[in-house]
């Protein structure tokens, strides 16, 4: 991070996940409201473990990116060994994919191996996760004093939404609302994640009495006096708010539109067995007619026949008498 790309990658990821986990809990719930439970992760009919491998794979081309690739020299160390002032931040941003990186290991490996309490350490280790992301983004090295300090803040809301959200799924694993919120919070992360990235690195988005400065080998936004600096963090707060609508308002959206999908498509499974049922009754009262029927023929045809063999054998003996 410390980039707009450092931004914006992981905020992609997270909004892509959260956006995912959004629209599979709604789907769950709509097909079977009565027997809804919360999984920690999703299967896709490409890959069963496609979400995990994702997940591994973007903590391993972000901590390459804080570790290797960003630093001057491909190593994030200095010559004597030590971590250098500079590249703290590195290694807590770090920190963070690999904790992310460890959950969806050990869920793979969790759902191939199968113990009892397979579903409960998976959703222990999204909440360690959750955990470590809160601790570093609230202690971080770096200064947030400024308009950043502001965007983080709000980052860590979103981030502690989603910790409690996943603490709170072990004793209600079948709430519908705590798996909505959870992946709400996620996709939230995501989008302001990548908004942190726009406006705090792009030099036409700084808001007016700002100013861009190089420290410590990243630049950060200052301001010029206590006037534009409030200003500034009145900016943040409006922005996020703006946000905070428009994402509600997106989540809610999609929880109707694909409430309504897929309970009509239940209904459309259901119906042709009903009219089976209605067939295979009017199957049962032509086939009790025919027997009936049959039966009135039986009577009215073979009966009577019986009495007139037995009228005529009883004249003949008439006669010869």
């Known amino acids: 991070m410390g980039t707009l790309v450092g931004h914006v990658a992981p905020g992609f990821g997270f909004m892509l996940i959260g956006l995912w986990h959004l629209f599979n809990h709604i789907k769950l719930h709509a097909i079977n409201p009565n027997n809804y439970t919360s999984p920690p992760w999703f299967p896709t009919s490409t890959s069963k473990y496609l979400e995990l491998f994702l997940i591994m794979l973007g903590c391993t081309a972000s901590i390459s990116m804080e570790l290797f690739i960003g630093p001057d020299r ?55 996760a959750f955990g470590q992301q809160l601790l570093l983004f609230h202690l971080h090295s770096a200064d947030h004093m400024g308009p950043e300090g502001h965007y983080h803040m709000l980052l860590q809301l979103l981030v502690l939404v989603s910790l409690l959200s996943t603490l709170l799924g072990f004793g209600m694993p079948r709430s519908f609302i705590l798996s909505f919120v959870r992946s709400f919070s996620i996709f939230f992360q995501g989008i302001w994640l990548m908004t942190m990235g726009f406006m705090l690195w792009t030099p036409g988005l700084i808001p007016k009495g700002c100013f861009m400065n190089l420290e410590e080998g990243h630049k950060v936004v200052r301001c010029h006096d206590d006037v534009s600096l409030h200003r500034a963090n009145s900016l943040v707060i409006i922005l996020f708010s703006w946000f905070f609508i428009i994402v509600t308002v997106f989540a809610v959206s999609l929880y109707l539109v694909l409430i309504k999908i897929y309970s009509n498509n239940k209904k459309i499974e259901y119906s042709p067995m009903e009219n089976n049922e209605e067939e295979y009754d009017e199957e049962e009262d032509k086939s009790s007619e025919d027997i009936e029927s049959q039966k009135k023929t039986n009577i009215v045809g073979n009966n009577p026949m019986r009495f007139i063999h037995v009228g005529k054998s009883f004249s003949s003996l008439d006669i010869e008498r």
Do not use: C, R, W
């Not at 290694?91 to 963070?96: N, R, V």
């Open 74 to 128: 491909h190593q994030p160390f200095d010559p004597d060994g030590t971590i250098p002032s500079n590249h703290l931040h590195n290694f807590e941003h770090s920190s963070i994919s690999m904790t992310f990186f460890v959950y969806a290991a050990f869920a793979v490996v969790l759902d191939k191996l199968k113990p009892q309490a397979q579903h409960g350490i998976t959703q222990l280790l999204g909440a360690i």
